[in-house]
């Protein structure tokens, strides 16, 4: 990979062919321009993949609080309604977390 987006400065410098075309420049450039853009769209892509991410987790932590709540709802045997409800309120809190840590971060997702 390339460590840095700049040039190194001895490919800036004006080789003293100002009024000629120098194609092998224009093809440096051309080459370097679409490593840029290369770089930029893997740069989109992570973002985009990071925010479907995000909106998972969150997605995860309200299903398992769901699922909890329907087993504290049918639990019938001592300590089992009282475990899962504190797993409803756990599940809750990871949800109601992630929601405030992502919420300016997430994708909005239909």
């Known amino acids: 990979g390339q460590g840095s987006d700049k040039l190194a400065?001895?490919?800036r410098v004006n080789n003293g062919k100002q009024d000629q075309t120098d194609t092998w420049m224009d093809e440096f450039y051309r080459v370097n321009w679409l490593k840029a853009k290369a770089r930029w769209n893997r740069w989109e892509e992570e973002l985009s993949l990071v925010q479907h991410k995000m909106w998972w987790t969150v997605s995860w932590f309200k299903y398992q609080e769901e699922k909890w709540q329907l087993h504290w709802h049918q639990a019938t045997k001592p300590g089992h309604q009282p475990y899962?409800?504190?797993?409803?309120?756990?599940?809750?809190?990871?949800?109601?977390?992630?929601d405030e840590k992502f919420k300016d971060k997430l994708l909005i997702m239909i």
Do not use: P
Request: charged share 15%.
């Open 84 to 98: 899962a409800h504190k797993q409803v309120l756990m599940w809750k809190a990871f949800a109601a977390e992630a």
């Open 9 to 11: 400065w001895f490919w």
